[in-house]
């Protein structure tokens, strides 16, 4: 188990039970978001996404979300996701042990064809959960979005005296539409589950304040602690695969190498495509076209 980054941004390298057990103490995070393995089959480098009997998927998460719960402030804050099958079980065992506010529809557009046969799925599930629901963070002035009968149709609400325009903005319902994180995006990493920026930002900047710290048990493509760092609030990250810690260590800006190996973002296939073009100048002669590599002399490549 390997314990990296900063004092303000912790990475660690091992397994989530074990760490949640041995090295967080109880009752001292303020926010909690959990993006665990789906049991769906998805292939995280090598390691298959896929548990033997759904029974077994299930026993391992109630596990550490027991232990997620025992971590939390008295006034914290947990997110959690898995997938639509699963969701059911995951809110029926969370009911007696934590106060779930809001059922939340992260609702995604596809521009591919989902299913053939039957509907496809366009959303994931979130559970949003306090602690005590007399005490908790929600900041909902930071979060505001378009109230589109207010701000676009101007209607008069005549209940008020004197009567006034309807607000223009709103807190946001528990359906949430967010794109899904593209390969051509910037913000695009090599990760099959990648969750999207703008997601986390609403969830942290919801739940918690400046300085305050925000845990993430399956860290994979640290969206989470990059957020987070964005936010001014502190993190905590959790990942099994060190494939993925080196892309914490870049994305957060806490090293410039991994065990003597430098840390750079792999090129997409279209970027790798403009750098070789750009290596070459295309010119032409009476015995046909050729490309000319810069900087290597006279070396001709015919098309």
């Known amino acids: 188990m390997d314990f990296l980054g ?21 009752n001292s995070i303020d926010l909690i978001f959990i993006d665990p393995p789906y049991n769906i089959g998805k292939n995280f480098n090598g390691h298959k996404d896929k548990w033997d009997k759904d029974e077994d ?89 378009e109230a589109k009968t207010g701000a676009q149709r101007k209607l008069i609400d005549y209940r008020k005296n004197p009567p006034q325009i309807y607000n223009s903005e709103k807190v946001p319902g528990n359906v949430w539409e967010f794109p ?32 305050d710290i925000v845990l993430d048990p399956f860290s994979g493509a640290f969206t989470t ?32 190498e991994y065990k003597g190996v430098k840390l750079e973002k792999e090129l997409k296939t279209y970027e790798l495509q403009k750098i070789n073009k750009s290596q070459y100048r295309l010119f032409e002669t009476n015995y046909g076209t050729y490309l000319h590599k810069e900087n290597q002399g006279n070396s001709r490549e015919t098309l």
């Open 225 to 256: 602690a990059f957020v987070a760092k964005q936010l001014h609030r502190k993190s905590i990250s959790i990942e099994l695969q060190e494939d993925y810690i080196k892309i914490g260590l870049r994305r957060l800006g806490l090293s410039d």
């Open 57 to 145: 998927y299930l026993e391992w998460c109630y596990e550490w979300l027991k232990l997620c719960i025992a971590k939390l402030k008295s006034n914290g804050s947990l997110y959690v996701m898995t997938s639509t099958q699963f969701m059911p079980y995951f809110d029926i065992f969370l009911r007696d042990k934590i106060n779930i506010l809001s059922r939340i529809v992260w609702y995604y557009d596809s521009s591919g064809v989902q299913a053939k046969n039957y509907f496809g799925s366009l959303y994931e599930p979130i559970l949003y959960c306090v602690k005590d629901s007399n005490n908790y963070k929600f900041n909902s002035k930071d979060i505001l979005v």
């Open 180 to 211: 899904r994180v593209r390969y051509r995006m910037d913000e695009y990493e090599n990760h099959p589950t990648q969750k999207p920026i703008a997601l986390l930002e609403r969830i942290i900047k919801a739940s918690s304040d400046e300085g």
């Open 6 to 26: 900063s004092e303000q941004h912790k990475i660690i390298n091992g397994d989530a039970i074990k760490v949640l057990k041995e090295f967080i103490d109880d």
